[in-house]
Each structure stands twice: as structure tokens, then as C-alpha cells.
């Protein structure tokens, strides 16, 4: 396993619409492994492959540390209700904004072994799966931030 390099803000790669998985190869199995590796050393709760370079389909989430989830070829089955809060990008680093997300979201994805699965999120879980299907399309945070992005070290000092 293997940190790799985020690709930030301004990199051509992050506005790009990313391919679907046909099949899962070593060298998949071997990218997700170091999606999840270098998300952790980063203290992020989920990475998109776009954000290390990567034009495919696949996404993994950890809101807790203890629950990791890889999502292939996501696709929302049902979103309700909705949730105000702070949202930061491993790829925008030293930045928050506040984002309306839905507050429930069901999805179907395939996971490592390309079985298919549904998996139901609310509060950061929901969030983080909305903001990492958002990366697969090629779209930052940024366009849904709703008034002004602040430097996480502002808001730091306000709590
Ligand atoms: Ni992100």
C-alpha cells in the first residue's frame, strides 16, 4: 500500500466526468487499498479516485474510523429530508464552507469484490456520500458552498 499524491484545487482532473468499472483488476484492488491509506493519513472521511489522479468510478468513505465502505459505479436510489452544515475537500485543503446536502440518502454501488449493494446514510455518512459522488462528475464542493468560504483556522479560532 501506498500514500498517494491529492490532487488539489485547480487541477484539471477534478472537473472531469469519471468512467464506470467494468471489472476489478489487482491494479484496482491495489488503488483502493491506497485510496483508503492515503485518506487516512490525510484525516479525511472519504476520497474519490479523481482526487489521486484516477478517472474511474470509485469512491471510498470512513466516517467513523471503524466502518470503511468502497462505492463502484454509485448511483443514488432515493434522497430525503436535509442537513445545513460545515464541508471541507481533501483537494481544497484549509477551507470549509457551509453546504445543504439531503439529511437521508440510499444508494446502490458495487463494493470491492463487485457485488452489488445498498447502503443507507444520515447526517456525516449521508454528506460524505454526496460530496464524493459530486467528485465523480467533476464537481467541487465549492459550487454549493452557500455564502462566503472560510479558512478552517478562522474557525478554529472562533470555538
Ligand atoms: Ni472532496
Given at each position: 500500500?501506498a500514500v498517494r499524491?491529492?490532487?488539489?484545487?485547480?487541477?484539471?482532473?477534478?472537473?472531469?466526468?469519471?468512467?464506470?468499472?467494468?471489472?476489478?483488476?489487482?491494479?484496482?484492488?491495489?488503488?483502493?487499498?491506497d485510496?483508503?491509506e492515503t485518506?487516512?493519513e490525510?484525516?479525511?472521511?472519504?476520497?474519490?479516485?479523481?482526487?489521486?489522479?484516477?478517472?474511474?468510478?470509485?469512491?471510498?468513505?470512513?466516517?467513523?474510523?471503524?466502518?470503511?465502505?468502497?462505492?463502484?459505479?454509485?448511483?443514488?436510489?432515493?434522497?430525503?429530508?436535509?442537513?445545513?452544515?460545515?464541508?471541507?475537500?481533501?483537494?481544497?485543503?484549509?477551507?470549509?464552507?457551509?453546504?445543504?446536502?439531503?439529511?437521508?440518502?440510499?444508494?446502490?454501488?458495487?463494493?470491492?469484490?463487485?457485488?452489488?449493494?445498498?447502503?443507507?446514510?444520515?447526517?456525516?455518512?449521508?454528506?460524505?456520500?454526496?460530496?464524493?459522488?459530486?467528485?465523480?462528475?467533476?464537481?467541487?464542493?465549492?459550487?454549493?458552498?452557500?455564502?462566503?468560504?472560510?479558512?478552517?483556522?478562522?474557525?478554529?479560532?472562533?470555538?
Open positions: 500500500m499524491n491529492i490532487r488539489e484545487i485547480g487541477d484539471e482532473v477534478l472537473y472531469k466526468s469519471c468512467k464506470e468499472v467494468r471489472e476489478i483488476t489487482p491494479r484496482l484492488r491495489e488503488l483502493i487499498n485510496m483508503f485518506m487516512y490525510a484525516n479525511g472521511v472519504g476520497l474519490a479516485a479523481p482526487q489521486v489522479g484516477i478517472l474511474k468510478r470509485i469512491v471510498v468513505i470512513d466516517v467513523t474510523g471503524e466502518d470503511p465502505l468502497v462505492l463502484i459505479n454509485p448511483r443514488i436510489l432515493e434522497t430525503s429530508g436535509e442537513q445545513t452544515g460545515n464541508e471541507g475537500c481533501l483537494s481544497v485543503p484549509g477551507k470549509t464552507g457551509i453546504v445543504t446536502r439531503p439529511g437521508y440518502v440510499r444508494v446502490e454501488a458495487r463494493d470491492q469484490d463487485m457485488k452489488l449493494r445498498e447502503i443507507e446514510g444520515t447526517e456525516l455518512l449521508a454528506r460524505a456520500i454526496c460530496h464524493e459522488l459530486d467528485h465523480l462528475d467533476g464537481r467541487l464542493y465549492l459550487d454549493r458552498v452557500e455564502g462566503s468560504l472560510m479558512n478552517t483556522e478562522d474557525l478554529e479560532e472562533e470555538n
